[in-house]
């Protein structure tokens, strides 16, 4: 499966979720066997963490019925660390007992985004994560539980969201034992400005439990909202390959940040993330495969990298 990269130091973690939130709002499902092989491709260019599926009603999305069976695929895989979303305390025993090793719980800060997206106030989401850390501490394999907050920048169905609330949430949370809190821009609302201060302020608020920023570009900002979260410290950032996704409770929520363009701003700033961009370009080939005809985006792999162009790590041993 390629050569992995795990002696390099890594200085920004690229997380990538088209497996998850890139496959879940589309209409058609692939193939058991090549989400395997995307996810198997996926981690030979680079890729540490990966987010494989969601433990959701297949009869709400039959995209990731199969969540168990990738799951067990994913976690064979040496070096990955292997991520699947749970809206709720059901879906989080199915993730628990299918071996993963991150369980991820969307906690929306919009209460019109909660109720349409996991039927749940924002404060009964959290009583549900609370009871999942309950739940993974009373298991013998040690489990990470991370939240993101979803529509943490503004909403498509509420309008404006509270960003003290949104820091309270986080507090909250962190009270219920998760281990990592991120901000997501569900619906591409952010701002360069805007993410530098809440960012700023959630880790004021909740110290080093302060995670990953999960941008989308619907309106083109999504690579300068990452800049701003680098300038303020954040290390974690989600994409997904090709673009795929958003969340299909929100209207509007579309195009998750290309993992390629990312990787190769973060690694044109001289920033390491062990990724192998040729290798993570010949991975698109598989969801061409799997998903003739479906719109695969990414200025980088289709411009190519430039005559100059160099990985951080050489540019650092020079």
Same mark, same amino acid.
């Given at each position: ?9 890594i ?10 939130d ?9 193939p ?29 999305l ?34 628990l ?15 019109a ?7 749940m ?39 404006? +969201?509270? &960003? =003290?609330? #949104?820091?309270? *949430?986080?507090? %909250?949370?962190?009270?219920? $034992?998760? @281990?990592?809190?991120? /901000? ?17 302020r ?22 300068a ?32 940040? +290309?993992? &390629? =363009?990312? #990787?190769?701003? *973060?690694?044109? %700033?001289?920033?390491?993330? $062990?990724? @192998?961009?040729?290798? /993570? ?9 799997a ?20 990985y ?7």
């Amino acid at each position: 499966m390629g050569e992995r990269t795990d002696q390099q130091q890594i200085d920004v973690i690229v997380s990538e979720v088209g497996p998850r939130d890139g496959l879940q709002s589309l209409h058609r499902t692939m193939p058991t066997e090549a989400k395997v092989r995307w996810i198997e491709a996926l981690a030979a260019a680079g890729l540490r963490e990966i987010e494989v599926g969601s433990f959701v009603s297949p009869k709400l999305l039959p995209q990731m019925a199969d969540a168990t069976e990738v799951v067990a695929a994913a976690t064979k895989i040496a070096g990955l660390k292997v991520l699947a979303l749970a809206p709720n305390l059901k879906g989080a025993e199915r993730a628990l007992a299918s071996g993963v090793h991150v369980i991820s719980m969307p906690v929306s800060a919009s209460r019109a985004h909660s109720m349409s997206n996991v039927r749940m106030t924002p404060e009964d989401a959290v009583e549900q994560v609370r009871q999942v850390r309950l739940l993974i501490d009373a298991h013998v394999r040690a489990t990470s539980l991370e939240v993101g907050i979803s529509t943490a920048f503004g909403c498509s169905i509420q309008g404006d +969201v509270d &960003e =003290d609330y #949104v820091m309270q *949430l986080a507090v %909250m949370l962190a009270e219920a $034992g998760v @281990d990592s809190i991120g /901000l997501s821009d569900s619906v591409g609302y952010a701002n360069p400005t805007q993410v530098r201060r809440m960012f700023t302020r959630l880790r004021a608020e909740i110290g080093d439990k302060a995670g990953a920023g999960h941008f989308h570009n619907t309106r083109g900002q999504g690579l300068a909202n990452v800049v701003a979260a680098l300038e303020v410290g954040v290390t974690t950032f989600d994409a997904s390959q090709g673009g795929l996704g958003g969340c299909p409770y929100a209207p509007g929520a579309t195009g998750n940040i +290309v993992t &390629e =363009d990312l #990787v190769f701003l *973060l690694e044109s %700033m001289g920033l390491r993330t $062990g990724i @192998d961009l040729e290798k /993570l370009f010949a991975a698109r080939a598989i969801l061409h495969e799997a998903l003739p005809g479906e719109p695969i985006y990414g200025h980088t792999p289709e411009a190519g990298l430039p005559k100059n162009f160099v990985y951080a790590r050489e540019h650092r041993n020079s």
